[in-house]
């Protein structure tokens, strides 16, 4: 069964300093890896994919699948980045993607 | 305002009631899902239809049905059998039913409260 961890309920970091959420998958086939977004008062969206191997608002993420990993990283924190953070995982089809419990990002000024 | 609307936001039910929860999409999807957020547990799929007349049940479909009569609408019923119905309620759909890369459009939700 597929699975997705983020082992972080919680992250508080200052202005300006470096931020990795974590995220490790279990599934067996060749995941879809992604992280959503929620800030406050707003609906889920997508942050980023990792077959789009993009950068959204400094935000990048790397597949590591030696590691099952897919973790979400900013080089310079900033005060909007303060929201809530799911990583998921699509098994390639349209059959729903299966989320994380989410890590709520606090960035401090 | 193309999107995906859920209503209504707020939504208070007795124990024992049926409820049914709306969403609809003018983004011509195929495909939409209904998930619940609990705090401190993500969000956890309930059904999915890739299609209009077809649906699956997703990890947490005991107590709940949907229906997919036409591609914009996919109402949730939550029923009286549902053991803990108290939650928030998230609608999404995403464009192509065979692409798993597809990203899902998420509805703001409806909170319901059943006492």
């Known amino acids: 069964a597929q699975r997705v961890t983020q082992p972080e309920k919680l992250l508080s970091v200052f202005k300006g300093a470096p931020v990795e959420l974590k995220c490790n998958y279990s599934?067996?086939?060749?995941?879809?890896l992604f992280w959503y977004v929620q800030y406050s008062r707003q609906r889920l969206q997508l942050l980023l994919r990792?077959?789009s191997r993009e950068s959204i608002k400094g935000f990048t993420a790397d597949l590591n699948k030696g590691e099952t990993s897919f973790h979400l990283k900013k080089p310079f924190a900033q005060e909007e980045d303060s929201a809530m953070y799911y990583c998921?995982?699509?098994?390639?089809?349209?059959?729903?993607?299966?989320f994380g419990k989410g890590t709520h990002l606090i960035i401090q000024p | 305002d193309g999107g995906i609307t859920q209503s209504p936001k707020y939504l208070f039910r007795k124990e024992g009631q049926n409820v049914t929860l709306s969403c609809e999409q003018n983004?011509?999807?195929?495909?939409m899902y209904w998930y619940r957020q609990d705090p401190g547990q993500g969000l956890r799929l309930i059904y999915y239809?890739?299609?209009?007349?077809?649906?699956q049940k997703g990890d947490i479909a005991e107590g709940y049905s949907v229906s997919r009569e036409k591609k914009e609408s996919f109402p949730l019923t939550v029923t009286s059998a549902q053991k803990n119905p108290t939650a928030f309620y998230l609608c999404?759909?995403?464009?192509?039913?065979?692409?798993?890369?597809?990203?899902?459009?998420f509805g703001n939700g409806t909170r319901l409260t059943v006492t």
């Open positions: 999404a759909s995403s464009i192509a039913a065979s692409r798993g890369d597809s990203p899902l459009h």
């Open positions: 599934y067996s086939g060749s995941p879809e």
């Open positions: 990792h077959i």
């Open positions: 998921a995982l699509g098994r390639g089809g349209a059959d729903g993607l299966t």
């Open positions: 983004l011509n999807h195929d495909a």
């Open positions: 239809s890739q299609i209009v007349n077809d649906f």
